[in-house]
């Protein structure tokens, strides 16, 4: 069976092991609804898209009994290049692929409940985060539009240059900047609930948190966005599945260096990238990932810096996930010791 899940209702359509379709209908798209016309079936294969409803239809599913097989919209290229798109038919075309080789889908697997919830405060904290930048960008770009200029200053202290705001523009701007403050207390709570998250519900934390430039936030979501570590068969399959591999276009003769595939989730990728910033700038700690990645920038290649940055970021998301699934405690020189190790050992024998 496959589901197309709108924001009101879903639909569906069955087929037979011979492939003919032998039910096509459509359901509220709610937990209730799907309770009811999912729980009395026989067992099945169901294929659905990544999405917002996704989660929990995938949950509620599997608890029906049936194998969920979640697609990755970004392969599902046969639904979205038709030219005679329509739910109906992007239902039973979702059937048909996962009755051909699920494969072709690329499924995904979601985080658990519990995960979600907690990584649902992390995203809050974010959505405050960008919020408060543009309402301080606004602020500065009104002031500038007079004549005027707000010293450059910190997030957090952006409210106390509130007295370089012209009068004139006080009735428009004042509530803004009372807005701006209310948000900075905000992100501070958040920011105590995910040390305090950090602290007791994921202590796997405290290894990460060893790692230059890695914090309560940045462990956090990469615990939660990676979920079961031990899906994953190699570490460095991290990197893909975050969006930090680069893209290939190789036919022939032809490799085009491209960039990354920008795969995966967003937000964490933005965090590893911000994490490799802070490693390769001036307040970075010496470690074999910051030399590797300043070696990298001095290239002088094309974007070199940019390159390095997001080389750097990838080892991180390497790193990270070798730390979890891993007894060994970070050690930030671990690659030079274990060559020397290699070399003493060839050179004894």
């Known amino acids: ?39 009395e079936r026989p067992p099945m294969r169901v294929v659905l898209e990544a999405g917002t409803h996704s989660p929990w239809a995938s949950r509620v599913l599997k608890d029906c009994g049936h194998e969920v097989i979640v697609a990755n919209p970004r392969k599902v290229r046969a639904i979205y290049s038709s030219d005679n798109k329509t739910d109906k038919l992007d239902a039973e075309t979702l059937a048909r692929i996962g009755r051909l080789d699920p494969k072709l889908l690329a499924p995904i697997e979601h985080r658990s409940a519990d995960a979600q919830v907690d990584l649902a405060m992390v995203r809050a904290r974010d959505a405050l985060i960008r919020t408060r930048t543009l309402l301080i960008n606004h602020v500065r770009g009104a002031v500038k539009s007079v004549g005027g200029r707000i010293p450059a200053s910190s997030a957090e202290s952006f409210p106390k240059r509130a007295p370089q705001i012209p009068k004139a523009l006080w009735p428009a701007l004042g509530p803004l900047v009372d807005t701006i403050g209310k948000l900075t207390v905000q992100i501070r709570k958040f920011d105590k609930e995910i040390e305090r998250c950090a602290d007791e519900k994921y202590p796997e934390t405290k290894k990460l948190r060893k790692v230059n430039s890695i914090g309560a936030l940045t462990s956090v979501a990469y615990v939660l966005t990676i979920d079961d570590p031990m899906r994953f068969g190699h570490s460095r399959d991290v990197g893909a599945y975050l969006g930090l591999r680069p893209r290939h276009n190789q036919s022939g003769l032809m490799n085009k260096q491209l960039g990354i595939t920008k795969a995966g989730d967003t937000y964490m990728r933005r965090l590893l990238v911000g994490s490799a910033q802070y490693i390769l700038g001036p307040f970075g700690q010496d470690c074999e990932l910051r030399r590797w990645g300043l070696e990298l920038a ?36 671990y690659n030079s010791k274990h060559r020397k190790s290699k070399v003493t050992n060839k050179t004894s024998q």
């Open 298 to 333: 001095k290239r002088g290649a094309k974007n070199s810096k940019k390159r390095a940055t997001v080389g750097v970021a990838r080892k991180l998301a390497v790193l990270l996930h070798r730390l979890l699934v891993s007894e060994t405690p970070y050690d930030p020189e």
């Open 1 to 39: 069976m496959g589901l197309d899940m709108g924001d009101r209702y879903t639909h569906y359509c069955a087929l037979d092991e011979e492939g003919s379709v032998v039910e096509r209908d459509h359901l509220f798209t709610g937990l209730g609804a799907f309770e009811v016309v999912f729980a």
